[in-house]
């Protein structure tokens, strides 16, 4: 069964650092990984999707990195801000759009 | 924009009540999902559906029955609310199309059952 796991659990920087978050799986048979964003109370925003066979995507600020073989994920975000305090998620994705499993998330708060 | 909406953005039931969460999405997708969301639990599926009249149980199914008469409206039903069925409701779409494909969330109903 697949197991998605976030490192860290939270993270506090100052506004202008890089940084990166982690998202490991146990099977690397997935079909896409994507990764979201929830503000507290609130539903989930899709961030990047990254499909089996690509390596990486960038939106803006953003960049997420997959690595099947080795079962990880990243996502990189440059030059932070304080919006961008917010839970990030990642998610496993199974054939047609079935059987995502999720990450725990990692709880970020970025300081001004 | 595909856009999932939810009926409730917060609902108090009394347990034993019968508790109807509607979920409408406008982008013809096939798939659709109900998750609940829990403080160290993270999100836990459900049901999920992939075309009308068809369901499938997620990890979590017990206390709880869903139906989707129409692609774009996938219900969930509390036959009987008990108190540990308090949580965060969320209702996600996605298209059926093999790896190509995003899931797309609502807002989320915050339920509690008192």
């Known amino acids: 069964k697949q197991e998605v796991t976030q490192i860290p659990a939270a993270l506090s920087v100052p506004e202008g650092e890089n940084l990166v978050l982690n998202c490991s799986f146990t099977d690397s048979a997935i079909y896409n990984l994507q990764w979201f964003r929830q503000d507290p109370g609130k539903g989930l925003t899709s961030l990047l999707l990254i499909q089996s066979s690509q390596r990486e995507q960038t939106s803006g600020r953003l960049n997420a990195s997959l690595d099947k073989s080795s079962g990880r994920s990243t996502l990189y975000i440059a030059a932070s801000q304080p919006g961008d305090s917010a839970t990030y998620l990642c998610a496993a994705g199974g054939n047609y759009g079935q059987n995502f499993v999720f990450g725990p998330g990692t709880r970020l708060s970025v300081l001004p | 924009d595909v856009k999932v909406t939810q009926s409730s953005r917060y609902l108090v039931k009394r347990t034993g009540e019968k508790v109807f969460l509607e979920c409408v999405q406008d982008?013809?997708?096939?798939?659709m999902f109900w998750y609940r969301q829990d403080p160290g639990l993270g999100l836990r599926l459900i049901y999920f559906?992939?075309?009308?009249?068809?369901?499938e149980k997620g990890d979590i199914p017990e206390g709880y029955s869903v139906s989707r008469e129409k692609k774009e409206r996938f219900s969930l039903i509390l036959e009987s609310a008990s108190t540990n069925q308090t949580s965060m409701y969320l209702c996600?779409?996605?298209?059926?199309?093999?790896?190509?494909?995003?899931?797309?969330f609502g807002p989320g109903t915050r339920l509690t059952v008192t």
């Open positions: 996600a779409s996605s298209p059926h199309a093999g790896g190509d494909y995003e899931q797309y």
């Open positions: 559906s992939y075309d009308v009249k068809m369901k």
């Open positions: 982008m013809d997708h096939e798939n």
